[in-house]
Nanobody, 126 residues
Framework: QKQLVESGGGTVQPGGSLRLSCVAS????????IGWFRQAPGKEREGVSCISSSDGSTNYVDSVKGRFTISRDTAKRTVFLQMNSLKPEDTAVYYC???????????????????WGQGTQVTVSS
């Protein structure tokens, strides 16, 4: 069974931090790039960050660059998203997804993902 499960969401004040986790089951991160996406109410899903299967290289959209860090532990088949300096506009449901189509990924590409997690809510509010 191939599956992704996110965790780590919650409610924080602006400027706070959260670390999201995405655990993969049934496949190796050596062959699947992992993307983090988010969707706020009334908005379409957008990419946030991704980590490439080829070499673990990372990419970010401009709005989170310098604040978010994506990383992976291939042995544990887990991808993390460390989110610092959170802003209210970061509020969304965050999803991880796996793609075998990319060994080099871009967070601006949201298609060609094979598996999706259930999402975890991140709320940034004062």
């Amino acid at each position: 069974q191939k599956q992704l499960v996110e965790s780590g969401g919650g409610t924080v004040q602006p400027g706070g931090s959260l670390r999201l986790s995405c655990v993969a089951s049934g496949f190796s991160l050596d062959y699947y790039s992992i993307g983090w996406f988010r969707q706020a109410p009334g908005k379409e899903r957008e990419g946030v960050s991704c980590i490439s299967s080829s070499d673990g290289s990372t990419n970010y959209v401009d709005s989170v660059k310098g604040r978010f860090t994506i990383s992976r532990d291939t042995a544990k088949r887990t991808v993390f998203l460390q989110m610092n300096s959170l802003k209210p506009e970061d509020t969304a449901v965050y999803y991880c997804a796996a793609s075998s189509a990319f060994n080099v990924c871009s967070p601006y590409v949201t298609y060609e993902y094979d598996y999706w997690g259930q999402g975890t809510q991140v709320t940034v509010s004062s």
